[in-house]
């Protein structure tokens, strides 16, 4: 009798298990997360579709983007400057909207090519490097740069220093050419990406500077992105950057005998602009103004609490070329049929035309890269469920996780008009050579 009783009671025990385990299995099993376009992709699909597009595609949407630089601008207001970085809307009408928008012909520059196409095509801008390039790059500028575009690099354009080593080899360059060039000193205010790092640094820079009929100081430059990620407070984070600024202006001013904050002061990126506006703003700040770019565009990595109020107003469109009501993968051993059945979301599979970009499906939604299959810049691999009714030739839509080196990648950037749901506009990008 007590023997039976065990028995049963185990039986109970094991059955009640394998029920939990179901239970927990049916609890862990993803749900499907498949749908069709919105209707905002629907429109971005027919808009490419009359505009015969049928290659892998960069898209802005040019409402999202005037939002943006509206937005920006309500934030930034009066109180500082403004300077676009131009490498994250690597694109002349891109950066001609940007700066008609905001009303601002500050530039942040990063790579000699670009510089070129920029100081010829914008000859009205006031260029900063947000960079220290090699002197080469400088000496090359100066080579393809044509003195009778009307722009005056002696006034608009500042170079940005970060060593002793390197303002020596620019002061050898500024004697060679017989040109004056326009310095500006990076700042090591907590990133430690390099930049002036001690007193005794800027001390040496600041002489040689002062010394040189050639040279003029023309500003300094403290990059914080790591204000917006450090784990803890940001604001005490800023403070801590924006205190090594002031210590170290106030240091070249002494070391130069006067008040230097006429100068080109800058700070910020997409990530931390926010923290010195409207009630974040101190009257201490050193700097006069704050660099932006990707908040226009607002890739993937921008969605910050600080940027919640920006638009995602660039996607890359790709076209489908198959889809198929299975996952199969190579060699099958029935693997991707047992991903299909476990995971709703793999139960479909698509080939898109290109890929393997720095970047994240976005619509339809519930599709993802198959984590076995491989990733292929030729035709990538995405699955889906039931639910995605991707057929070949269709759309399919990813959010770039940045904008420098993804919007160079596509050709011209297409413009959507998203209220006359059409392409109204092709803008070329810059050309890396
Ligand atoms: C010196 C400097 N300033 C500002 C930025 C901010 O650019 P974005 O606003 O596109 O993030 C960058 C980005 O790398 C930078 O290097």
Known sequence: ?????????????????????????????????????????????????????????????????????????????????????????????????????????????????????????????????????????????????????????????????????????????????????????????????????????????????????????????????????????????RDKAMAIYSQRLSAAEEICGRDLRGLTLNAAGSPTYRYYCGENRQSSFPHNELAAGSCLVKPLNFDLPSLVDHRPASFIASPVLKALDSTQLPGDFGVGKLMGLWNPNRRRTFFGYGGYWKAKPHSPVGLSYNPLFGRSTNQEMYNGSNSVPLQPDDWMFLRPTQSEFVFLQFGDIAVFDSEKSEIVDFWPVFSAT
Do not use: C
């Open 1 to 237: 009798m007590a023997v039976k009783s065990s028995t049963s009671r185990r039986k109970l025990l094991l059955g009640g298990l394998a029920l939990g385990a179901i239970g927990g299995a049916t609890m862990l099993r993803p749900k499907d997360q498949g749908a069709a376009h919105n209707d905002y992709f629907q429109r971005l699909s027919g808009a490419l579709d009359r505009a015969q597009l049928a290659q892998p595609t960069l898209v802005v949407d040019q409402q999202a983007l005037l939002h943006n630089i509206k937005n920006l601008n309500e934030h930034i207001g009066s109180d500082y400057h403004y300077r676009v970085v131009a490498k994250s809307l690597p694109s002349l009408p891109l950066l001609k909207t940007v700066m008609q928008g905001a009303q601002t012909q500050r530039l942040m520059m990063f790579h000699q090519p670009f510089l070129n196409q920029v100081a010829a095509e914008l000859p009205d801008s006031d260029l900063l490097m947000g960079k220290p390039m090699p002197v080469q790059a400088a000496e090359k500028f100066y080579q393809a740069f044509k003195v009778d575009s009307g722009f005056d690099s002696t006034r608009q354009l500042q170079w940005l220093i970060d060593t002793p080593e390197r303002l020596q080899q620019y002061q050898q360059l500024a004697q060679q050419l017989d040109v004056s060039l326009q310095m500006s000193i990076e700042l090591d205010v907590g990133l430690h990406r390099g930049g002036v790092s001690s007193d005794e640094q800027l001390y040496s820079m600041l002489t040689l500077i002062e010394e040189d009929p050639n040279l003029n100081l023309s500003g300094f430059m403290g990059y914080e992105p790591h204000v917006a990620k450090l784990p803890g407070d940001k604001l005490a984070a």
